[in-house]
């Protein structure tokens, strides 16, 4: 049987992903928000988008989404993606079963992103998290300006 054991400093490219969605009510107006940090700990893209009236969760995937559609654009093949949404990383973690439709599809499409990468790490923070409270606060400038 082969091992395979990934050491972070032994991979020559990593991208580091916060990503947030929020709602003001459930559904409601929303945004969603992501940041990319290089290996170097340099931070090489941030991103809001108000998404009009829908629901926290969706918004939360949908942050996910553009997060990895930016990554994409990168040579970073290794991604470690951090999210306050407990719902959203157990669901594409496979710990939680995707019982709507509508989120349905939007856990497909971060599957299918996420094949075109070597390796990704799914890890829920908690909203104290640094890198997460900016996305919190990029989200809700973004509302703001709605």
Not at 22 to 32: E, K, L
Not at 101 to 130: C, G, M
Request: proline share 3%; charged share 20%.
């Amino acid at each position: 049987m082969n091992i395979c054991v990934l050491y972070v400093d032994s991979v020559p490219h990593m991208l580091t992903i916060y990503t947030d969605g929020a709602s003001r009510g459930n559904p409601g107006p929303a945004a969603c928000a992501y940041i990319l940090i290089d290996k170097e700990g340099i931070e090489i893209a941030t991103y809001s988008e108000y998404l009009g009236d829908t629901t926290n969760n969706v918004a939360e995937y949908t942050a996910v989404i553009q997060a990895l559609t930016k990554a994409g654009e990168f040579q970073d093949k290794y991604i470690r993606l951090y999210s306050d949404s407990q719902l959203v990383i157990r669901q594409i973690t496979g710990t939680y079963k995707v019982n709507k439709p509508h989120l349905k599809i939007l856990y497909d499409k971060v599957h299918s992103l996420a094949s075109d990468f070597s390796h990704i790490t799914w890890e829920y923070v908690p909203r104290n998290n640094q890198g997460i409270q900016r996305c919190d606060r990029l989200c809700n400038e973004e509302l703001d300006r709605h």
